[in-house]
């Protein structure tokens, strides 16, 4: 979620659901000052229901400047679309883990192999930059 005073953060669905409700409501240690350097993130989150391992992949960062473009490719060569607000991009994907490629203006860097993520497989963050 983008804010236009410079600021940013990761909503979930479910946290999302409960801002509109009023159950719960961000605080100021809830959100990241955009900084321009390109700090990006990729995580695997549950699915409703019984699921074993991690099948939801989003992905997210900022972006150096207005309109700097992004690319994300996957291993198996699909390109998920990918959406910007204000300096933050997004995109997401579904199924078992894959490595991903991401190209954000003139910097890319790709996520970790399976074998290097922790058991669990969650909040996996950018292991090369090139």
């Not at 999302?16 to 990729?42: C, H, I, K, S, Y």
């Not at 989003?58 to 198996?76: F, R, Y």
């Not at 970790?112 to 930059?129: D, I």
Request: hydrophobic letters at 35%; proline letters at 8%; glycine letters at 10%.
């Amino acid at each position: 979620m983008w804010h236009r005073s410079g600021f940013w953060r990761i909503v979930l669905p479910d946290q999302w659901a409960d801002e509109q409700t009023g159950q719960w409501l961000p605080d100021v240690t809830d959100w990241d000052r955009w900084t321009g350097l390109n700090t990006n993130v990729v995580r695997g989150e549950y699915p409703p229901g019984n699921a074993q391992r991690p099948t939801w992949w989003p992905a997210c960062g900022e972006l150096p400047s207005v309109g700097a473009s992004v690319h994300v490719a996957l291993a198996d060569l699909t390109e998920p679309p990918v959406e910007t607000v204000g300096l933050v991009w997004g995109c997401e994907w579904a199924g078992d883990y894959q490595q991903a490629t991401v190209r954000v203006g003139d910097d890319q860097w790709t996520t970790a192999r399976r074998e290097m993520l922790n058991p669990a497989g969650l909040r996996m963050s950018t292991e090369t930059k090139g």
